[in-house]
């Protein structure tokens, strides 16, 4: 009898996250093995957004000793801690938050696992890497690129915050897009609905059933009159709605005086007009989806997602008719029970429908790939169906490509650099910063009394970076002076913000819920903003 009081309690304990990723989105997070470089405090406000949701797992990489400017910056280590190793006690602090995660750590810096032992970093479904220098992170952006393991960089650099996604290809099937339209399909209503329908008379129904007919069935029989009195085409501009909602109030029943009875049902056929009449088409990005290379070329090594969206689009040009499978899903409304039930049915049967055809569909293709029918399951086909209006594939460039002369992203930022603050700046001079560690050994302006001679030499790091990669563009003093006061200190307030923003990144990279950015994200503390760049 333990085991249902225990599920119980986490469902107590996660309530709020089930309901944002469901049951399979926390499996996915319990079953996740993630890896952070340096326990800074970037590092361990990012750890602290994944143990609080139950991550599986962790281990900290870092062959730092704890110092007391570490102890001030960073929650998760103590006065006593000072000496000791930085990842040892900051896991086991971080442990402390919830007992079902375990963590581990290694005292080991990462330059020398990269030297000693690579594949190490392989084992991770996702590694974070925070407050590395440039050398170091590009053989480590390297080296998982090759293997396929996603790295997120995360960096606080002052008041700036860094973030770069690097994954080869990442496929969501459950994007959860905000203002998500209703699949009611009333501009080509399938035969079970025009017949559902059908069976609704709304010149011959006593009172109560007229004011309980749900809305949906009212607006597909107006929509009916409207074609063969109005037009042929669906009601589009404000002129035509507006005609459109008239004809639905002249249905509405009148009163022994000729007044307008309170049909609540008809007020909200009239108020849903706007979502209701959305055209039923296939959106641009499952179209590019349909005509990627991975679904037209499929082969043994093709991932189920890539397979999924191949069986789908032939549906759609075979059984579809030109539609993807039917959502299967209604909106609460005013309605009797039993009406809403049949109403719900009528798209539940489709939907089922289309998701067995597509199944036959995935079932032959895997035949002819050779693979098991069994390795795709009911749930990720069913899951896929009901989403195929809302896949997304985010490709991300390597860091050296970014980094490359001639394969760098020069138009982008000249793009953004209209404006002398955009958050584009912040990136240059990030990337300034670094060459100044590469010629100096350390960052601008860590002491005092290195502040005013640094200046000048971030200037020319600037400039050499600028002139090296063909950038013509002017870059305001003030952004040297700020970045040598920064001394590249890592203040809490930013690091708490970088890591909240990190967490939820590797949260949506391991449960293929929600969509990732493109690649760098940057953040001003300054200035209170923050944009993402696809450098």
Same mark, same amino acid.
């Given at each position: 009898?333990?085991?249902?009081?225990?599920?119980?309690?986490?469902?107590?304990?996660?309530?709020?996250?089930?309901?944002?990723?469901?049951?399979?989105?926390? /499996?996915?997070?319990?079953?996740?093995?993630?890896?952070?470089?340096?326990?800074?405090?970037?590092?361990?406000?990012?750890?602290?957004?994944?143990?609080?949701?139950?991550?599986?797992?962790?281990?900290?990489?870092?062959?730092?000793?704890?110092?007391?400017?570490?102890?001030?910056?960073?929650?998760?280590?103590?006065?006593?801690?000072?000496?000791?190793?930085?990842?040892?006690?900051?896991?086991?602090?971080?442990?402390?938050?919830?007992?079902?995660?375990?963590?581990? %750590?290694?005292?080991?810096?990462?330059?020398?696992?990269?030297?000693?032992?690579?594949?190490?970093?392989?084992?991770?479904?996702?590694?974070?890497?925070?407050?590395?220098?440039?050398?170091?992170?590009?053989?480590?952006?390297?080296?998982?690129?090759?293997?396929?393991?996603?790295?997120?960089?995360?960096?606080?650099?002052?008041?700036?915050?860094?973030?770069?996604?690097?994954?080869?290809?990442?496929?969501?099937? /459950?994007?959860?897009?905000?203002?998500?339209?209703?699949?009611?399909?009333?501009?080509?209503?399938?035969?079970?609905?025009?017949?559902?329908?059908?069976?609704?008379?709304?010149?011959?129904?006593?009172?109560?059933?007229?004011?309980?007919?749900?809305?949906?069935?009212?607006?597909?029989?107006?929509?009916?009159?409207?074609?063969?009195?109005?037009?042929?085409?669906?009601?589009?501009?404000?002129?035509?709605?507006?005609?459109?909602?008239?004809?639905?109030?002249?249905?509405?029943?009148?009163?022994?005086?000729?007044?307008?009875?309170?049909?609540?049902?008809?007020?909200?056929?009239?108020?849903?007009?706007?979502?209701?009449?959305?055209?039923?088409?296939?959106?641009?990005?499952?179209?590019?989806?349909?005509?990627?290379?991975?679904?037209?070329?499929?082969?043994?090594?093709?991932?189920?997602?890539?397979?999924?969206?191949?069986?789908?689009?032939?549906?759609?040009?075979?059984?579809?008719?030109?539609?993807?499978?039917?959502?299967?899903?209604?909106?609460?409304?005013?309605?009797?029970?039993?009406?809403?039930?049949?109403?719900?049915?009528?798209?539940?049967?489709?939907?089922?429908?289309?998701?067995?055809?597509?199944?036959?569909?995935?079932?032959?293709?895997?035949?002819?790939?050779?693979?098991?029918?069994?390795?795709?399951?009911?749930?990720?086909?069913?899951?896929?169906?009901?989403?195929?209006? %809302?896949?997304?594939?985010?490709?991300?460039?390597?860091?050296?490509? /970014?980094?490359?002369?001639?394969?760098?992203?020069?138009?982008?930022?000249?793009?953004?650099?209209?404006?002398?603050?955009?958050?584009?700046?912040?990136?240059?001079?990030?990337?300034?910063?670094?060459?100044?560690?590469?010629?100096?050994?350390?960052?601008?302006?860590?002491?005092?009394?290195?502040?005013?001679?640094?200046?000048?030499?971030?200037?020319?790091?600037?400039?050499? %970076?600028?002139?090296?990669?063909?950038?013509?563009?002017?870059?305001?003093?003030?952004?040297?002076?700020?970045?040598?006061?920064?001394?590249?200190?890592?203040?809490?307030?930013?690091?708490?913000?970088?890591?909240?923003?990190?967490?939820?990144?590797?949260?949506?990279?391991?449960?293929?819920?929600?969509?990732?950015?493109?690649?760098?994200?940057?953040?001003?503390?300054?200035?209170?903003?923050?944009?993402?760049?696809?450098?």
């Amino acid at each position: 009898m333990a085991q249902p009081g225990r599920a119980s309690l986490k469902e107590q304990r996660y309530d709020r996250q089930l309901r944002l990723w469901g049951d399979h989105g926390q /499996e996915a997070l319990e079953s996740a093995h993630v890896c952070v470089i340096n326990a800074t405090a970037t590092g361990t406000e990012i750890l602290k957004n994944l143990v609080l949701p139950g991550i599986g797992s962790f281990t900290i990489v870092d062959g730092n000793r704890v110092s007391g400017e570490d102890v001030g910056n960073n929650f998760f280590l103590q006065k006593s801690h000072i000496g000791q190793n930085r990842a040892q006690s900051a896991t086991e602090l971080l442990q402390e938050l919830n007992n079902d995660v375990s963590g581990n %750590f290694v005292e080991e810096s990462p330059e020398k696992l990269l030297d000693n032992d690579p594949a190490f970093f392989n084992r991770f479904n996702l590694v974070v890497a925070t407050q590395l220098p440039e050398s170091t992170l590009l053989r480590l952006a390297e080296l998982l690129w090759n293997s396929n393991v996603p790295l997120l960089v995360c960096r606080t650099y002052g008041l700036v915050g860094y973030m770069r996604v690097i994954i080869k290809e990442h496929t969501v099937v /459950e994007s959860h897009p905000d203002n998500m339209l209703e699949d009611l399909r009333l501009d080509k209503p399938f035969p079970e609905l025009r017949e559902h329908v059908q069976s609704y008379d709304l010149d011959h129904m006593d009172k109560k059933d007229h004011s309980h007919t749900p809305w949906i069935v009212i607006v597909a029989k107006y929509l009916t009159k409207w074609f063969n009195e109005k037009s042929d085409q669906l009601p589009k501009s404000y002129k035509e709605k507006e005609a459109f909602r008239q004809l639905i109030r002249q249905g509405i029943l009148k009163n022994e005086n000729g007044t307008p009875e309170d049909e609540e049902n008809f007020e909200e056929a009239i108020k849903n007009v706007n979502t209701a009449l959305n055209t039923t088409e296939i959106p641009r990005c499952i179209e590019e989806i349909f005509n990627d290379d991975c679904c037209i070329n499929l082969t043994e090594q093709s991932p189920s997602f890539w397979i999924l969206a191949r069986a789908v689009k032939e549906f759609v040009a075979n059984e579809g008719q030109g539609s993807l499978p039917v959502r299967g899903t209604i909106p609460d409304m005013i309605a009797d029970s039993n009406k809403f039930i049949k109403l719900q049915n009528v798209y539940r049967e489709k939907a089922k429908k289309d998701i067995a055809a597509v199944g036959n569909h995935a079932a032959k293709l895997l035949q002819s790939l050779g693979k098991a029918p069994e390795s795709i399951s009911e749930r990720e086909l069913k899951l896929l169906c009901s989403n195929s209006a %809302f896949l997304r594939v985010v490709r991300c460039r390597s860091l050296s490509e /970014e980094y490359g002369l001639n394969t760098f992203n020069k138009d982008e930022i000249i793009s953004y650099m209209d404006n002398p603050d955009s958050e584009v700046v912040l990136y240059l001079m990030l990337r300034a910063v670094d060459r100044f560690y590469k010629h100096h050994g350390r960052y601008p302006g860590v002491y005092n009394y290195q502040v005013e001679d640094d200046i000048g030499k971030l200037k020319s790091c600037l400039t050499g %970076f600028l002139q090296e990669h063909g950038l013509s563009v002017v870059v305001k003093d003030d952004y040297v002076h700020e970045f040598c006061r920064y001394g590249a200190a890592e203040p809490h307030a930013i690091a708490a913000f970088m890591g909240g923003a990190a967490a939820q990144e590797v949260i949506k990279v391991i449960t293929g819920q929600f969509v990732i950015f493109n690649n760098t994200y940057i953040y001003s503390g300054m200035s209170q903003t923050s944009a993402t760049f696809q450098l």
